[in-house]
């Protein structure tokens, strides 16, 4: 098949890209370095040394013998999007290319609005071109597991069946979430359904949930590195516990750590994506997929990262700070999916074995993360207006 990324350069997205050409899908990637530049801004960098996308695409033909076509371009800009799939003729689009920071978002009114902003201009780029340029083309829009928040019931996969005052319908499900950027996808869901119901576009809703892992198959060699980030503004819980256990520092969890949510690695989130690339909706669909293994608290992520770093000699200590962010520390959370599975979708490899190839592959770069450790600790505060 012809896919199209948007956000290809990005921890996601460079990873799926090597996925699916070793698949044998045709592979063309749109992206404007917006990551590489907002991490530069709070003074960070990627754990994992990562090459320019010349570079990386020059890496995969020498590797591989395979191409992917790179169009350096902001998805905000509209004959971008427009020109960009009129030229490859993509069976699927795939949209990442998103201020993808909740901390990054809370920083100050700037930085939200540019957060929603961004958010929802490519998204409506996209549905827009789709309409104008290729209507048959199925998008895939990545959204997250946050959008449904901490509902003290079942979660299901976008909709839901409701029976109020002697009526029922087919309704979908509430969404509540926790910062600026978790807001935006929730209206980028929204747009997303009325795209397919005035137009008929064909529509998968990824509910991602947190993604771990420095590799995937396709990632054996340093030039194809995808990036990992450990600070507090872009850097994921699980992620930034490895990399705070590998150069010895406490593992900062936020308040009581009872906050649990999905998580997923890289190489099963890259899976779900082939899976559900491969298997579009039918014409002028709306779904939506739950995608995440299984759920954590965040506390026991950290007693699972304490514990594998131990069989490496580190010592490491799990340190309780005041919890930055407005969230419920203790709460019911079980969110159904079943849909990849329906597809095909099985797990690949359990956590303990996946922490221990993050522990064993961020050691190399235990320079690069030592240089960065202040970094690592909570700054952005939900309480304040600006930071
Ligand atoms: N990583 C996670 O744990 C996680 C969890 C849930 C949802 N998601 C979602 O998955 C998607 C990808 O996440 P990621 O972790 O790979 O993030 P990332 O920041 O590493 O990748 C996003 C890529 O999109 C690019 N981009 C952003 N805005 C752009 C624009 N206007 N034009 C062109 N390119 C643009 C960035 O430069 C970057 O390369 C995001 O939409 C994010 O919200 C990620």
Redesign the pocket.
Known sequence: MRVMI??I?????WALALHLVSKGHEVSG???????KRVKEVGSWSATPISTMAKRVEAVKKLTGRKINFIK????DYDTVKKSIRRFKPDTFIH?????SAPYSMIDVKHAVETQV?NLT?SLNLVYAAKEASPKMHIVK?G??GEYGTPNVDIPEGFFDIEYNGRKDRLPFPRTAGSWYHWS?IYDTGDMMFANKIWRLSITDVM????YGTRTLEINDERLHT?FDIDEVWG?ALNRFCAQAVIGMPLTVYGKGGQTRGFISLTDSVQCLRLAIENPPKEGEYRVFNQFDEPYSVLSLAEHVKSVANNFGLDTQISHTENPRIEAEEHYYNPIHENLKKLGYRRTKMLDEELNDIIRDLTRYKQRIKAKKSKLLPKTNWRKASN
């Open positions: 948007g956000g350069d990005g921890y996601i997205g749109i992206d404007n370095f917006y990551t590489r371009g902001n998805l905000t990442l290319g998103e201020q993808r961004t490519s990545m997250t597991m996808k991602q949930g947190v993604v990036r994921t």
